[in-house]
Each structure stands twice: as C-alpha cells, then as structure tokens.
C-alpha cells in the first residue's frame, strides 16, 4: 500500500459511519507549486500529557493537487510540518491546537515558502 493511500486510508477510518453527528477537524494540503511535493506531519495530543505523538505523511501530492489528509473528532496538537519538493525541505515548527469543527490549512505556493493556517 502506497503512502498516499495509507493516509487516506487512515482519514476514511476516522470517519467511519456512526461518528456522523460528531464535529470533526481537518487538515488539508494544497501544492499551488509547478512540481510535486511530500508533507509529513507530527500531531500530538490536545494539552500535551503521556499519550505521545503521531505521524501522518503524503508523498508527491502532484503540482495543482488539494487533498484532505486527516479528520478527526478530538482536539489535537499539530506540532510540526515538514514540506520537502525536490531537494528543497522546509521545516514549520506549529504547536497549533486543532479543535473539532476547525480546518488546518497547508498551502505550498509556487515560491515554495509553506505556509500553515487554522480556520
């Protein structure tokens, strides 16, 4: 199974059926840029704590592409974004909370400078 289709996999199983009446968060990619680029996230929980981090990551999101790479239902903490295209890598350090119901936005421009917003 490619990457890809593990983390799109992962945002299905979030949403399964029967969690419908839950709000839910997002996080989405957006590669505005003219050749493809991976996004490989860290999330946390919401007020740190022992429960650790997770990983999610999409590799060569093609140039043009939007996708919705995770959702969920409890808050959580994006703490960090690695953007790489090429041989170019950015790194975001967020520490931003992400609550149901909010959208997290990544947007890798044509300049390649990457950008991460809540909505």
Sequence with gaps: MTTRMFAIAAAAA??????GSTPQWEITVENKGT??????ITLGYAG???QGTSKAE????????????LT????RTVESIRIVRGDTEQLI??????EPG??????VPADGKASA???
Excluded at 58 to 69: Q, T
């Design 93 to 98: 350090e967020s520490k931003t909370e992400i």
């Design 72 to 75: 969920g239902d409890l808050a």
């Design 14 to 19: 979030v949403s399964l059926p029967g969690c």
């Design 102 to 107: 909010s959208r997290f936005v990544i947007v």
């Design 35 to 40: 050749s493809p680029c991976s996004v490989y």
């Design 48 to 50: 740190g704590g022992a």
């Design 58 to 69: 999409v590799e060569n999101i093609s140039a043009g592409e939007k996708l919705s790479l």
């Design 117 to 119: 917003t809540l909505e």
